[in-house]
């Protein structure tokens, strides 16, 4: 979960070069969470479309996206295999 509370104290911190460091710091773990997400979901879509028999429209219909969206979910990259 994003920690607006850790972004602010970053926000807050006088010295530059330190606000940067961790702000470049969050930026890095938060893209790993989101790749990482981004593959759980894939997962989960062809997982209802495989295991449920649910048609890709079906699934978009779930999830109040299209099915053009979906398509792109389906097609997102995995992560390297060295995400946890």
Not at 58 to 71: D, F, P, S, Y
């Amino acid at each position: 979960m994003i920690d607006f509370g850790e972004i602010n104290k970053v926000r807050r911190e006088p010295n530059p070069v330190r606000r940067a460091v961790r702000a470049t710091e969050l930026i890095t773990e938060y893209q790993e969470a989101t790749s990482l997400l981004a593959s759980i979901r894939r997962e989960a879509v062809e997982e209802a479309h495989h295991d449920l028999g649910m048609t890709y429209t079906e699934v978009a219909n779930a999830l109040g996206v299209t099915k053009g969206r979906v398509t792109q979910i389906r097609h997102t990259p995995s992560p390297p295999s060295d995400s946890p």
